[in-house]
T-cell receptor, first 112, second 113 residues
Framework: EPEVTQTPSHQVTQMGQEVILRCVPI?????FYWYRQILGQKVEFLVS????????KSEIFDDQFSVERPDGSNFTLKIRSTKLEDSAMYFC??????????FGPGTRLTVL | QKEVEQNSGPLSVPEGAIASLNCTYS??????FFWYRQYSGKSPELIMF????GDKEDGRFTAQLNKASQYVSLLIRDSQPSDSATYLC?????????????FGKGTKLSVKP
């Protein structure tokens, strides 16, 4: 199975702080996605990124969130001023040749 | 609001039995349908995808799609204790891997030895 990597695996931060979550998707694909899953709840779409631009975003993805591709291989999700309710697992996903989205292992974000 | 509904379970089956997982979706424009397995604390792991009405088999897994009824199911034959996990149904309005996935809350499956 194709591999998507994410760092860090666990991030603990204080409310109001900025966090940056990183992902290395499957190479040579233009589409890229971020999802989140609050503990005990369903996986929710945040944003899709196509050809270095945001393609679609959900209502969760407000002005506190941003996504970037700082270099040719890495993608980042930035939360500018974290809130308690941002505590969740954050997954990036990348398509593969079988036309399906493969998920990275996730980053557990804990906001104190 | 596009919704994907699943029975949260838990669904308990004995080892070797067939487990049947069901999912309904609200948007008739949905084109692609996916089943993911999620172990506790882990990320979703793709099991199967299906695009056309009918059945699709892959090993012990069979996905069934009925677009008229807006219904998709997953059958797991010869269930094993290692199949114990939460099974997530997801749909997208786009073909293939494009487009955001809309997930159900998942059905927790427990396979008893």
């Amino acid at each position: 199975e194709p591999e998507v990597t994410q760092t860090p695996s666990h991030q603990v931060t204080q409310m109001g702080q900025e966090v940056i979550l990183r992902c290395v998707p499957i190479s040579n694909h233009l589409y890229f996605y971020w999802y989140r899953q609050i503990l005990g709840q369903k996986v929710e779409f945040l944003v899709s990124f196509y050809n270095n631009e945001i393609s679609e975003k959900s209502e969760i993805f407000d002005d506190q969130f941003s996504v970037e591709r700082p270099d040719g291989s890495n993608f980042t999700l930035k939360i500018r001023s974290t809130k308690l309710e941002d505590s969740a697992m954050y997954f990036c996903a990348s398509p593969a040749v079988t036309d399906t989205q493969y998920f990275g292992p996730g980053t557990r974000l804990t906001v104190l | 609001q596009k919704e994907v509904e699943q029975n949260s379970g838990p669904l308990s089956v004995p080892e070797g039995a067939i487990a049947s997982l069901n999912c309904t979706y609200s948007d008739r424009g949905s084109q692609s349908f996916f089943w993911y397995r999620q172990y506790s604390g882990k990320s979703p792991e793709l099991i199967m995808f299906i695009y056309s009405n009918g059945d699709k088999e892959d090993g012990r897994f069979t996905a069934q799609l009925n677009k008229a009824s807006q219904y998709v199911s997953l059958l797991i034959r010869d269930s094993q204790p290692s199949d114990s996990a939460t099974y997530l149904c997801a749909v997208t309005n786009y073909g293939g891997s494009q487009g955001n996935l809309i997930f159900g809350k998942g059905t927790k499956l427990s396979v008893k030895p």
